[in-house]
C-alpha cells in the first residue's frame, strides 16, 4: 500500500522522509500485568520505542528517510517524542501510567502535532508522505462517542491533506468492533488499512511485542518503497509475519 506525498511541491531537490507516530494509551489498566505474567502492557510498549530506533539506526538509509513522533493518552493527550530522526534521540523517552481513556483527546492532539511537525520540515526543506499512526490501546476509550467521531472526524477529513493512515492495535478488553471504528482509510478505499486485536487468552504484553516488529518491518518496506520508486512510493503496511494470536 502507499501513500502520495502530503504537501505541495518547493523543488525537486528535497529529501523525501516518512513519518511514522506511536499513539499509546497509557490508562490504568496500562500498568496491570495479566495473571501468571510477570511484565505489564505499558511495559512490552517501553520496549517499542528503543527496538524500532535500534532497527533505523542499524541502517544509514531508513535513518536518512524516517521520522519518528510518540504521543500517549489517558484523560488528556501528551507528546512523548517530537517527531524527529531518530539519530537525535537521547535519551529515549518513556510512556508513564496516568488516568483513564480519551481518544478525543488522542485524535485532537495528534491532528495539531502531525500540522506543526510538517510545518517544520518543509521548513527543514523536506518534502514528506502522509504519516502513519500505530494507535496501541488496551480498551474501550471512557470518554462520549460523539466528542471522539468528531475528533476523529477532523484528523480524517479529505480536505485535511496531512490525514494520517491510521492504524489501532487492541489488547486484553479491546475488541475489533470498536477499533474497526478508528481505522483509516476505511475498507473499501483505494488503500485501506485494518487494525488488529489480540485474541482472547494472549497475553497483552506478548502481543505488544509484536506491535513493534510490525512497526519496524514496516518502517523497513516502506523505507524500500521510497528508494525504489521515489515519490511514487510511500507506506507499506507490513504484517506478513503475524502470528495466530491476532485478529
Do not use: C
Amino acid at each position: 500500500m502507499t501513500t502520495s506525498t502530503a504537501g505541495e511541491s518547493h523543488g525537486d531537490d528535497r529529501l523525501l522522509v516518512l513519518p511514522f507516530y506511536i499513539v499509546v494509551d497509557v490508562s490504568l489498566s496500562m500498568s496491570v500485568a495479566a495473571a501468571g505474567e510477570t511484565q505489564s502492557p505499558l511495559q512490552a510498549v517501553n520496549l517499542i520505542l528503543p527496538t524500532v530506533i535500534d532497527g533505523i539506526e542499524a541502517s544509514p538509509t531508513l535513518g536518512d528517510v524516517v521520522r519518528l513522533g510518540a504521543i500517549d493518552f489517558s484523560d488528556d493527550a501528551r507528546v512523548v517524542l517530537r517527531l524527529d530522526d531518530v539519530r537525535n534521540v537521547n535519551p529515549i523517552p518513556q510512556f508513564t501510567v496516568r488516568g483513564a481513556t480519551s481518544y478525543a483527546a488522542a485524535f485532537r492532539l495528534l491532528r495539531q502535532e502531525i500540522e506543526k511537525d510538517y510545518a517544520q520540515l518543509r521548513g527543514d526543506n523536506y518534502k514528506a508522505y502522509r504519516p502513519a499512526v500505530f494507535f496501541i490501546t488496551d480498551g474501550e476509550p471512557t470518554d462520549d462517542l460523539a466528542d471522539i467521531q468528531a475528533a476523529y472526524n477532523d484528523l480524517t477529513d479529505p480536505s485535511f491533506k496531512l490525514r494520517p493512515n491510521l492504524i489501532p492495535f487492541g489488547v486484553s478488553n479491546a475488541t475489533k468492533e470498536q477499533l474497526d471504528q478508528w481505522v483509516y482509510p476505511k475498507a473499501g478505499s483505494r488503500k485501506p488499512m485494518r487494525s488488529y486485536v489480540a485474541k482472547d487468552g494472549v497475553d497483552p504484553a506478548k502481543a505488544i511485542t509484536k506491535v513493534a516488529e510490525i512497526l519496524l518491518s514496516s518502517v523497513i518496506a516502506s523505507a524500500q518503497s521510497v528508494h525504489d520508486q521515489g515519490s511514487g512510493g510511500g507506506f507499506v503496511l507490513d504484517d506478513e509475519d503475524l502470528d495466530s494470536d491476532w485478529n
